[in-house]
C-alpha cells in the first residue's frame, strides 16, 4: 500500500520529521521562576512516546516580564537551560523532534492562570505573593478596559528585546532544540505590532503594513541570525484577526513572505487573540478544521510549507487534509492531551501494518503484541455461555 500522506517523512533543512503530526506548544502554568519541571518533562514525554513527530514546548518567554502568567516557562538566563536540555534529549531519545517555541507576551503578560481567573491580577493574587509587573507592548494601550496600560517600546526597548530574542536562541540550542518557532501571534508582543488594532504608533515601526511588519521581521531576522543554519525555523502567526479592521488573511501571505525571504521554513497558522482568550476570534466561526483554509492559502501564495492547526480530531481528518495540498504538517493540541498516543492509533486507523507494534516504543510494543495474541485466541475461541 502507499505509505498514509500523514506517516511521510518531511525534511525540513537538517532536519527529519518521522511522519507530519505535530503536538504544538500549549502552556501548562506550572513552572516556577520560568524553570521546566517534571510536569513537563511527563506532558512532553508522553507524546513522543506516543509517536509524534515533533513536540513543541510551550511558549518560552524569552526574558521574565515576556511571561503570561508566573506559571510559564523561560528561557531569560543560563540556569534555565539544563532542566529544557533533559526534555530536548528525551523527546529526541524517543523518536520526537524536539522544538521550542520562543516568545513574549506583551501587554498581555502580568495575568492569572486561565484556572485563577484568565484576567489582570488582583489583590487577592498580590496576597498570595503573584505580584504584577510592568508590560510592554507596541502602543501603550491595554489590552481591555482593567488591563496593565503598557510601555510602548521605543528603539532602544526594541534593540534590547531583540538581545533578548537573540539570547534565549542561543540558549535554546545549546539546549539541543532541533527545531525554534517565533510566536508572533495571539496578541502577545509581535503580534501587537503586526494588528492594526494594537498599534497606533506613528514612526517607522507603525503606519502601514510594511511598517507594523517592521519590528516582527528585526526579530525573526534576528533569530534566524542567532539559529543554526541546518534547523528549520517557524512561525506561529494569527492568521486573521477575526475583528473588523484588524489584520486579514491577506496580510498574513504578505507577511509569510516576507518571512520565506529571512530564511523561516514553515508557517505555523492560528487565529485570533489580539483581545480576550488566546486563540479568541470573534468574528470566525468555529467548526473542525476551522484554520485550515488559512494554512492552505498561506501555502499556496506564500510558497512555503505551512502547519495546520485547530480542531483537527481524528486520522482521516488529518490525512484528507494533507493529501489535499492543505497544509503540510498536521498540529493536534487538546486531542493529543486527550490521548497521548494519538499519533499511533491514527497510524493503525490509516492502515499501515500493526503486526508486532512496530510503531510503538519497544517497552510497549513487546507487551501489546504478546496481549493481542492472547485477544486473538480468546475471539477465535470463544468460551461457551453457561
Known sequence: MALPHLFRPLTLRGVSLRNRTAVPPMC???????????????????????????????????????????????????????????????????????AIQLAHAGRKASMQRPWQGNGPM??????????????????????????????????????????????????????????????????????????????????????????RMRFPLEVVETVRAAWPADRPLFVRISSVDGIEGGWTVEDSVVYARELKARGVDVIDC?????????????????????????????RAEAGLPTMAVGLILDAPQAEQILAEGRADIIAVGREAMNDPNWAVHAAR??????????????????????????????????????
Open 28 to 98: 501548562q502554568y506550572t513552572a516556577v521562576d520560568g524553570m521546566a519541571g517534571d510536569w513537563h518533562l511527563v506532558h512532553l514525554g508522553k507524546f513522543a512516546q506516543g509517536g509524534f513527530g515533533i513536540v513543541f514546548v510551550e511558549a518560552t518567554a524569552v526574558e521574565a516580564r515576556g511571561r503570561i502568567t508566573h506559571g510559564d516557562v523561560g528561557i531569560w538566563s543560563d540556569a534555565h537551560v539544563p532542566p529544557l536540555a533533559r526534555i530536548a534529549a528525551f523527546l529526541a531519545a524517543n523518536g520526537a523532534v524536539p
Open 122 to 211: 488582583t489583590g487577592a493574587d498580590q496576597a498570595g505573593g503573584e505580584l504584577a509587573w510592568p508590560v510592554v507592548a507596541a502602543s501603550a494601550e491595554p489590552l481591555e478596559p482593567g488591563w496593565l496600560v503598557p510601555e510602548a517600546l521605543d528603539r532602544a526597548g526594541m534593540a534590547s528585546m531583540r538581545e533578548a530574542w537573540r539570547t534565549a536562541t542561543l540558549r535554546a540550542a545549546e539546549a539541543g532544540f532541533a527545531v525554534a518557532e517565533v510566536h508572533s501571534a495571539h496578541g502577545y508582543l509581535l503580534h501587537s505590532f503586526l494588528s492594526p488594532l494594537a498599534n497606533r504608533r506613528n514612526d517607522a515601526h507603525g503606519g502601514d503594513l510594511a511598517g
Open 270 to 298: 492560528s487565529s485570533g487573540g489580539l483581545t480576550g482568550s488566546a486563540t479568541a476570534a470573534r468574528n470566525a466561526p468555529r467548526g473542525l478544521g476551522f484554520q485550515v483554509p488559512y494554512a492552505e492559502r498561506v
Open 349 to 386: 486507523a490509516l492502515g499501515l501494518p500493526d503486526e508486532g507494534f512496530p510503531q510503538w516504543p519497544q517497552q510497549y510494543g513487546w507487551w501489546l503484541e504478546r496481549r493481542q495474541r492472547v485477544l486473538d485466541r480468546i475471539r477465535s475461541n470463544p468460551s461457551p455461555s453457561g
